[in-house]
């Protein structure tokens, strides 16, 4: 039976609670059983919101969002990440499906360390496969000490539609998406990328900004876009980082997507691009780009 709960955005409707599947809210135990289990049973009733309340939850291995299905937190919905340290397939947190997300969760990897950083795959990954293939959604998440966030299409050459990304909030150390082999129109608005996120989440014990800005400066690209199809970027945020935007060559087009409400402040480049098909440019309106060395680099010809 459906049950009411206050979510991230409001009242939400949930089907199932992770805590009645033995997903521990304290963190002292491994609730990555207990919360699949619930999104496997979410799934097998045709779809629906797993609930996960607020409290702590430790994951160290991938969390299948099946199709149809969402996992959905609260303010207080903290995920301790202790994934396999790995940038490969098997060190995916959340793999979402087709009409599928995650919403209201706050990401923190307690391992991850300033001055000893350790490389993790994509917190959020999205692959095209099948029921895959259209309508992935990340919405109101934080990541609080990401390394890879968000991914689609980056190991596979499947296509995939629609995918939405709404109020996500991180620090990344590598890059904060790498998104590929998108064939229809996605979806990206309110997103910061910015060490102020780690450097100000005082409960998770963090280095200080200046500590993160000067290794994100040397080696994070805000996001990676490779072949978007009409892809719309609003308010998008991106500070110290080594590339604010870097636009690269796809799998099957080039990039063609519009930005607006755009901040790029503090970057090595601010946007760099790579490729970009003859047929179509894209559009940038309202909004700054700063570069320490150049604001924009055009490397298309």
């Not at 609930?51 to 919905?77: D, H, K, M, W």
């Not at 790995?86 to 991850?112: K, N």
């Not at 991914?151 to 499947?158: P, R």
Request: net charge negative; aromatic share 10%.
């Amino acid at each position: 039976m459906a049950f009411l709960f206050r979510g991230i955005t409001g009242i939400e409707v949930g089907d199932l609670n992770a805590l009645d599947y033995g997903a521990d809210p304290t963190g002292l135990s491994d609730s990555t059983s207990a919360i699949q289990s619930a999104m496997n049973s979410c799934s097998d009733l045709g779809g629906g919101t797993v609930y996960l309340p607020e409290g702590r939850y430790l994951i160290t291995a991938t969390v299948r969002i099946q199709a149809f299905t969402s996992l959905c937190g609260t303010n207080g919905s903290v995920i301790l990440a202790r994934p396999p340290r790995t940038t490969s397939p098997e060190g995916i947190l959340f793999r979402i499906g087709g009409s599928a997300g995650v919403c209201g969760l706050t990401v923190w990897y307690p391992d991850q360390r300033i001055d000893d950083i350790k490389p993790y795959s994509y917190t959020f990954y999205t692959d095209g496969r099948h029921e895959n293939f259209m309508l992935a959604s990340v919405c109101h998440c934080t990541v609080i000490n990401g390394y890879l966030g968000i991914g689609a299409c980056v190991f596979e050459d499947n296509p995939h539609e629609m995918l939405t990304v709404d109020h996500l909030s991180g620090t990344f150390l590598s890059s904060a998406a790498v998104v590929y082999n998108q064939c229809d129109v996605g979806t990206w608005k309110s997103v910061t990328v910015s060490p102020k996120i780690w450097a100000n989440a005082v409960e998770f014990e963090p280095p200080s900004y200046e500590e993160i800005a000067a290794y994100t400066r040397q080696h994070t690209t805000g996001l990676t876009l490779g072949d978007l199809e009409w892809t719309e970027f609003a308010d998008t945020r991106i500070e110290s980082c080594l590339t604010g935007i870097r636009i690269v060559k796809g799998k099957r087009i080039e990039f063609a997507g519009s930005l607006y409400g755009l901040s790029i402040l503090d970057c090595g480049t601010g946007l760099l691009c790579e490729a970009m098909d003859e047929r179509w440019g894209t559009v940038i309106a309202d909004g700054v780009i700063e570069g320490r060395e150049d604001a924009i680099r055009n490397l298309s010809g």
